[in-house]
């Protein structure tokens, strides 16, 4: 009788150790290392660049020395940094719009799984595999005066085109955004089938019923229900762009000839360890911070969902 009455108690006068186990205030408890990790390894450089762009400094073997605004100001007269500033905003209005819409039709083709698409779907994915030191040495060889473009430029006839790419301020910077169009197009493609998959296809099956042909399809009605995804895409792909120009820079041009191929990224590298000015260098860092975040803003207003629309 007894074991039955035990049993016949609600949950909340039978177990009160059970429900002070799954107290929120000690769940929470749980989350204490990953705020420690993230305060430590975030929130603390983060710190650093904003106290760093108040100091002269050469370095960790050197003294440094608090100056304000002094960074500031030398950096915004600085023509060199206007010229990053250009190349910067060049490089991200050319990939961007370039990229994601080419990256979303290749991604809708393998969608739709064509003859060989998975072969299709390992050579779109290839060129992001490749490390960037690789792609380096492949391209330097490939652009170089007597590389393959310009060989298959005399062999065509064409040599009034010929020009050494890394080489000439014209077709420097032009030549590196063709490279990270080359690595990104593929990579994006095939994250943007990956998500493709994922829609209904009662709903693509009706548009074409109704009569839909096949850029309708893909603009009107596959478009729109990825949105989301692409504007996720859209702004991973403007952050890389902006911040991870500077390994590619180096290992092909060093910011060269001139300032032609000099992005913000690259020449916080180049005032930090080969001009040895770090608060020049933060100042810079901070400039970045700043134009990720509008950027991001930016992309987020363009690219809002109906669904948030309305709203």
């Keep these: 009788m007894s074991s ?3 049993l016949a108690r609600p949950a909340a006068t039978r177990s009160p150790a059970r429900r002070r186990r799954h107290h929120p205030s000690r769940v929470l408890w749980l989350t204490v290392p990953s705020l ?5 390894f975030a929130v603390g450089p983060l710190a650093a660049m904003f106290v760093i762009a108040t100091l002269r400094w050469k370095g960790l073997l050197y003294e ?3 100056t304000g605004t002094e960074n500031l100001r030398k950096v915004f007269a600085d023509p060199v940094f206007y010229d990053a500033v250009r190349n910067s905003a060049v490089q991200v209005a050319v990939v961007i719009p370039v990229m994601i819409p080419l990256a979303f039709m290749l991604g809708y083709h393998l969608h739709t799984r064509p003859r060989g698409y998975r072969v299709l779907s390992v050579l779109y994915f290839s060129p992001g595999l490749i490390s960037i030191s690789v792609t380096g040495m492949i391209f330097y060889g490939v652009l170089s005066p007597d590389g393959g473009v310009n060989g298959a430029l005399r062999a065509a006839g064409l040599d009034a085109l010929v020009t050494p790419w890394l080489a000439d301020p014209a077709t420097a910077l032009p030549s590196l955004i063709a490279i990270d169009l080359w690595r990104g197009v593929g990579w994006t493609a095939v994250l943007f089938a990956a998500r493709l ?3 209904p296809a009662d709903v693509i099956e009706a548009a074409r019923i109704d009569g839909a042909g096949r850029l309708r399809v893909m603009w009107q009605i596959a478009f729109p229900m990825v949105k989301d995804y692409v504007r996720t895409l859209t702004m991973l792909q403007y952050l890389w762009t902006l911040f991870t120009s500077a390994a590619l820079i180096l290992l092909l041009t060093k910011g060269g000839p001139g300032t032609s191929s000099t992005t913000l990224s690259y020449l916080v590298y180049a005032k930090a360890f080969a001009q040895r000015d770090l608060g020049y260098s933060q100042v810079v860092g901070v400039v970045l ?17 109906s669904l948030e629309h309305n709203r």
């Design 289 to 305: 911070l700043v134009l990720g975040i509008a950027g991001m803003a930016l992309i987020r207003t363009l690219l809002r969902s």
């Design 36 to 40: 420690v990790w993230f305060a430590v």
């Design 4 to 6: 039955t009455s035990t």
């Design 197 to 199: 998959a994922s829609l």
């Design 64 to 66: 440094p020395q608090y």
